[in-house]
C-alpha cells in the first residue's frame, strides 16, 4: 500500500522543492505542479508533488495519518499486530 502524505513546500530550486512533514524534509519534484510557491501545501507521492491542497485539509490529513499510527504502535506494543505488512 501506498500513502500519498500531505507537505509544506519551504524552498524551491528550479523544478524541485524542499519539503516538510512534521520536522522532516525531503525533495520532491515540481513538474506535476502549475505554479507552486513556497508555503504551499501538496500531496507528495513517489517524490513528486501531484496536487496542491489548502492548510486545513493538510492538517486534517496529517492528525489522521498520526491517528493511525498511534493506534498501530498500540496494537504492537500489546502484541496484536504486525507493521511489516
Known sequence: MCLAIPS????IND???VIDVDGVRREASL?????PEVGDYVI????F????IDEAAAMESL????????MMDREAEAGGGD???
Open 63 to 70: 492528525q489522521l495519518l498520526r491517528e493511525a499510527a498511534a
Open 49 to 52: 508533488a501531484i496536487q496542491k
Open 44 to 47: 507528495v507521492h513517489a517524490g
Open 8 to 11: 509544506k513546500i519551504v524552498e
Open 15 to 17: 523544478q524541485m522543492a
Open 31 to 35: 513538474l506535476m505542479l502549475e505554479d
Open 83 to 85: 507493521r511489516s505488512t
